[in-house]
């Protein structure tokens, strides 16, 4: 074996008397590619910035980091500022929040090349254009003078990869580079990133909590939980045989299993024709609708008793305003029956005794629970609204019985939302939705915030009380792994139509549309590595 | 049924941890914590000033029968004289009362409006404790010898220039100044709070009309107003509050309609709405809560300026009725009485400590609920 790059010896990271990792050592060999997996809280975050010393000044660190057999962690400023950007760079999670909003592109990278080269005007010019280009952004001339806005969330992330590309460093650390974008963008930035490895023969040390991303970029990847890395190895030993409890619990989370059988002869419980949100765009002193922004645009769709639809697309595509628009949190265009009640005309007073009967689960679990409200004032309020003429004990039985559906215990109603994990927050969420026993739910992104173990504790309670109540759901998502466990009918929609549209099991067999090949091709596809085995 | 037990069992606690995290760094706050005591205890004294400083006993007994003279008129054919009120302070009465029964007075032997006929000399008198005992029983009967010349009829900070005790003056005149400053913070706070809800959460063209109203409100002189109304009514208590409360409601508008304008896009409002609950119950219910914030903060300040804004108006003579004790009344006296500069000493050391007081208390309420603090 050469002689590693970067060597981590017993690292400890400690904030205050918590220590955030505990005692951790790995190698990267040069041009090698390892993986830090693990979950939220995990520690693979501050080891990344620990490489660096951009930890903040509470954090005490204790043990070795040897780059090149220097010791960054006792390595004066000065030292180190030569090594940050220039042998080892950096790329960060949120593309929007790392660059500098209110600089250029060509002036951001610019800076990069003076700190370190002393590259100036034309000389710099010259570097950025080529940098811009090897990144693969189009017509790179005219972008120099754009600034951040302007450009999308993938090419703002290709920004961030030119500038830490600047130097040609030898280590890379991607923190989680692809977690903030669209499918179909991720799999473009991991082919530019793979791409460019091997171009240049850097290192990369890959942060990451999706092993579908580990398996198609990593050599070798390291578990890490609890501020531990509890096994370490080359990719396809680690996915084929995993030795530690918590690796094979890891693997074992992604979601599987069927949605339960539908009915064909089950009566459509919501039916939805021609639907349409259209946003006005008003320009000028009298505001005059110039045009509009079709969030929705024309869309048909059906889902009988007891079944899922599952909607996917990318972010903007339109499939959160759907099922606002469905439940008419969004005034849209459109016919819209639900349990043979047509609701588009009615108003909001009038839509209040449906509710009942039609719920919502939310994305984020820690924006949609009042931090205010106990557990209990949070789910019985719809109680409140729906069920006056039921008494106080009452209504705590049902809470208390909503609570337990979702496997959470009853003593705990009394708490507050900030004492519960992101988990457990959202099946407080779900008890919120379930307790008023509703015929239609539909579930917005219910586990897009949650870490990959969890998500699958969620799609099996969700399917559990689907087939204990026979309920139907809509499930919004982009994740396609999430929707193949749960759906039984699939809509894909981008840009507020309607794509492809039909049963999932033939959608996932035969996409006919190529937008639904390129985004299963994304969210499956199999490793992209020359000469590595195909994995299951 | 024993799990049904278990679960009952476990009670709701009395104050969410949210906020027993804010009492506990409020407690924390030590110069904030001994101020909000020790404006409590000045706050009691004041609200209870017939007991400390009064020109009628609290308790008498005459002739077998248990009298409250505090509290209840009594005539003075009661004692065997001919007038509607009896004045206790008269020899005649109170030798009379002594002589079938007894009466125990408050510390003070005067109130607001007492004026003291043995007072040692004309105008504003110095504190008793200035003057030999010669000088000050000068007045009296039987001079030095009297009586009557005793500590209870002593001027602990002197007599102002219509012979007022200024002690007596200045507790019910603190009196007046913190429940006017009280009520109109609670009034000022509920309507800003209300108008600032229904801007915040109905957003569009009630918040656009709103909004220029306010602006156009906000640029009326409220000085002037007042100088008119004084001119043609004198304002009392009530009228005096009302016009000060339609300028002083705007104070909150904006902080309030921000933190729902903020709130009103959060996931959990939209869940309510889900839920269906009405408007007025996400607005009370979920919203408040986080406008409360701003609104705790703001008003120990709001209360303290209301209290300078009466004391200013009373000392430009703007304020209320001639002859009510308030402490911008006794900067008056100071003002024209400059060779007794007990009054003014008096009036400026009564408002700074109360100012500093209610500051330090705004300070510490300020920091408990400060997210950074709070949440860590």
């Keep these: ?536 | 049924m024993q799990q049904e037990a278990a679960i009952g069992a476990s009670r709701r606690p009395m104050l969410s941890p949210l906020n027993r995290r804010r009492l506990d760094n409020f407690r924390r706050n030590r110069r904030g914590y001994w101020s909000l005591w020790i404006f409590l205890v000045l706050f009691l004294a004041a609200l209870g000033s017939e007991f400390i400083a009064n020109d009628r006993p609290i308790i008498a007994s005459y002739k077998g029968e248990l009298l409250f003279p505090a509290f209840v008129n009594y005539p003075e054919a009661k004692f065997g004289g001919f007038l509607a009120t009896t004045n206790y302070r008269d020899d005649f009465i109170a030798s009379e009362i002594d002589a079938n029964g007894w009466m125990v007075w408050p510390p003070v032997h005067f109130s607001y409006n007492t004026v003291d006929r043995y007072q040692p000399g004309s105008g504003a008198t110095p504190p008793t404790w200035l003057l030999t005992r010669d000088e000050a029983c000068d007045r009296y009967p039987l001079q030095a010898a009297d009586p009557g010349c005793n500590w209870g009829n002593a001027h602990w900070l002197g007599t102002d220039g219509e012979a007022h005790d200024v002690l007596a003056r200045l507790l019910y005149g603190v009196r007046i100044s913190i429940l006017f400053g009280f009520t109109l913070t609670i009034l000022s706070s509920v309507i800003g709070l209300v108008a600032g809800a229904v801007q915040g959460y109905f957003g569009g063209w009630v918040d656009l009309v709103f909004q220029r109203v306010i602006e156009i409100w906000t640029s009326v002189p409220a000085l002037y107003l007042l100088l008119i109304v004084s001119s043609v009514i004198a304002p009392s208590f009530w009228v005096l509050l009302g016009i000060l409360l339609l300028f002083s409601w705007v104070s909150l508008v904006g902080i309030v309609r921000a933190e729902f304008l903020r709130g009103r896009n959060f996931e959990y409002i939209a869940a309510a709405r889900a839920l269906g609950v009405s408007n007025i119950t996400i607005m009370f219910r979920h919203l408040l809560p986080n406008a409360m914030v701003a609104t705790l903060t703001f008003m120990p300040f709001i209360l303290s300026g209301s209290v300078v804004t009466l004391t200013s108006l009373d000392l430009l003579g703007l304020g209320l009725e001639v002859g009510t004790p308030s402490l911008g009344d006794l900067l008056y006296q100071g003002k024209e009485n400059l060779q007794a500069p007990w009054l003014g000493l008096t009036g400026f050391f009564a408002i700074a400590v109360l100012m500093t007081l209610l500051v330090f208390i705004g300070e510490a309420v300020r920091d408990a609920f400060d997210p950074r603090k709070a949440m860590g």
């Design chain 1, 1 to 536: 074996m050469t002689t590693p790059l970067l060597s981590i010896r017993d690292l400890t990271v400690a904030f205050g008397a918590n220590a955030a990792t505990n005692g951790i050592s790995f190698d990267i060999a040069p041009g090698e590619t390892v993986a830090l997996v693990g979950e939220s809280g995990s520690g693979k975050s501050v080891t990344a910035l620990s490489v660096l010393k951009l930890l903040p000044t509470t954090a005490a660190l204790s043990g070795q980091i040897l780059f090149k057999g220097q010791d960054l962690v006792t390595a004066p400023p000065a030292e180190l500022r030569a090594v940050r950007g220039n042998d080892i760079s950096m790329i960060f999670q949120e593309p929007m929040s790392s660059l500098n909003p209110v600089h250029t592109i060509e002036r951001q990278i610019g800076e990069v090349l003076a700190v370190h080269r002393g590259l100036r005007a034309s000389a710099a010019r010259k570097r950025t254009l080529e940098l811009l280009d090897a990144v693969g952004i189009p017509d790179p001339a005219s972008r120099l003078g754009a600034y951040p806005h302007q450009l999308s969330g993938g090419q703002r992330q290709r920004v961030m990869i030119a500038m830490a590309l600047a130097n040609e460093p030898d280590l890379l650390i991607a923190d989680e580079p692809t977690t903030a974008l669209d499918v179909t963008v991720q799999a473009q930035i991991l082919t530019l990133l793979k791409d460019l490895q091997s171009r240049l023969g850097m290192a990369m040390l890959f942060i990451t909590h999706d092993l579908g991303i580990v398996k198609r970029v990593a050599d070798r990847v390291c578990i890490m939980t609890k501020g531990e890395i509890v096994e370490t190895g080359p990719v396809e030993t680690i996915f084929a045989n995993p030795q530690h409890a918590y690796t094979k619990h890891l693997l074992a989370a992604e979601p599987s299993g069927a949605p339960p059988p539908s009915d064909p002869a089950a009566p459509a419980i919501v039916d939805v024709a021609n639907l349409k949100v259209w946003f006005p765009v008003r320009r000028g002193l009298l505001r005059r609708t110039v045009g509009h922004i079709k969030a929705v645009d024309g869309v048909d769709l059906s889902i009988r008793r007891g079944e899922t639809l599952g909607v996917v697309g990318e972010s903007g595509s339109g499939k959160s305003t759907l099922g606002y628009a469905l439940l008419r949190l969004l005034p849209s265009d459109g016919r819209i029956v639900v349990l043979g009640n047509e609701i588009q005309s009615r108003s909001w007073k009038a839509m209040r005794p449906l509710r009942k009967d039609m719920q919502i689960v939310f994305q984020d679990p820690f924006g949609s629970l009042s931090p205010r409200l106990s557990v209990d004032a949070i789910i019985g309020e719809g109680l409140a609204v729906h069920a006056t003429q039921i008494g106080a004990a009452e209504r705590d039985a049902r809470v208390v019985k909503a609570l337990q559906e979702v496997g959470l215990a009853p003593e705990t109603r009394f708490r507050y939302p900030h004492e519960f994990s992101g988990g457990q927050r959202q099946r407080i969420a779900i008890a919120r939705a379930m307790v008023l026993e509703p015929k239609f739910v539909v579930l917005d992104e219910p586990t897009s915030a949650l870490d990959v173990s969890i998500q699958a504790q969620v799609i099996d309670l969700l399917r559990d009380i689907q087939q204990r109540h026979g309920l139907t759901y809509m499930f919004i998502s982009h994740d396609l792994k999430v929707v193949r466990a749960l759906a039984n009918q699939l809509i894909v929609m981008r840009d507020g139509r309607v794509v492809e549209q039909g049963a999932a099991a033939d959608i996932f067999a035969a996409p006919q549309s190529d937008y639904t090949r390129a985004l299963l091709a994304a969210a499956f596809a199999e490793p992209m590595l020359p000469g590595k085995p195909e994995t299951v």
